[in-house]
T-cell receptor
Framework: DAGVTQSPTHLIKTRGQHVTLRCSPI?????VSWYQQVLGQGPQFIFQ???????GRGNFPDRFSARQFPNYSSELNVNALLLGDSALYLC????????????FGPGTRLTVL | DQQVKQNSPSLSVQEGRISILNCDYT??????FLWYKKYPAEGPTFLIS?????DKNEDGRFTVFLNKSAKHLSLHIVPSQPGDSAVYFC?????????????FGKGTLLTVNP
């Protein structure tokens, strides 16, 4: 079975632009979470979705938004990009609500110039 | 305020020996703990987890120990292999909270020397 997939793998944007990152969870998994990892730090929680509803939001500005689709895939949108948004964006899926184990995709490396 | 701390940025061990990675947490609401391994240019890979109702969980060469009173957990790898060389992240979850977000430490770089 395929694991969590994310696209694109790498992305280069300039300040002020908008970006959309995509994630497909493991087949059968219904919950998706997004994390941001900057160099030298652990992943930081951005959003969690379950059954298309936002179930949690981390300490990120409103420039960050996300949604989950009926097929449980998800996208993360970031508006008005700043240099500090350069990071590895990780998507994780879990089987359902109430499951602590999350399984991560390979990430999207975003560079903002 | 870091709620999950991995105070050793790096650890070097010889192949065949035991690797012990440590993690401390401050939030007493955390009740589920996970360890992930991460290679460069890959996402974190789930290794092993433990619920706060247990003090030990084993899976092959990996054992996690939880000391709730000390708010401390450790991951033991026995025997260590060169392929274990990676960054190891400790993560914690508050299952009674409104979501199941994971709070991560900064990671420990493990190097296993042949």
């Amino acid at each position: 079975d395929a694991g969590v997939t994310q696209s694109p793998t790498h992305l280069i944007k300039t300040r002020g632009q908008h970006v959309t990152l995509r994630c497909s969870p493991i087949s059968g998994h219904k919950s998706v979470s997004w994390y941001q990892q900057v160099l030298g730090q652990g992943p930081q929680f951005i959003f969690q979705y379950y059954e298309k509803e936002e179930r949690g939001r981390g300490n990120f500005p409103d420039r960050f938004s996300a949604r989950q689709f009926p097929n449980y895939s998800s996208e993360l949108n970031v508006n008005a990009l700043l240099l500090g948004d350069s990071a590895l964006y990780l998507c994780a899926s879990s089987l359902a609500w109430g499951y602590n184990e999350q399984f991560f995709g390979p990430g999207t490396r975003l560079t903002v110039l | 305020d870091q709620q999950v701390k991995q105070n050793s940025p790096s650890l070097s061990v010889q192949e065949g020996r035991i690797s012990i990675l440590n993690c401390d947490y401050t939030n007493s609401m955390f009740d589920y703990f996970l360890w992930y391994k991460k290679y460069p240019a890959e996402g974190p890979t789930f290794l092993i987890s433990i619920s706060s109702i247990k003090d030990k969980n084993e899976d092959g060469r990996f054992t996690v120990f939880l000391n709730k009173s000390a708010k401390h957990l450790s991951l033991h790898i026995v025997p260590s292999q060169p392929g274990d060389s990676a960054v190891y992240f400790c993560a914690a979850s508050d299952s009674g909270g409104s979501n199941y977000k994971l709070t991560f430490g900064k990671g420990t770089l493990l190097t296993v020397n042949p």
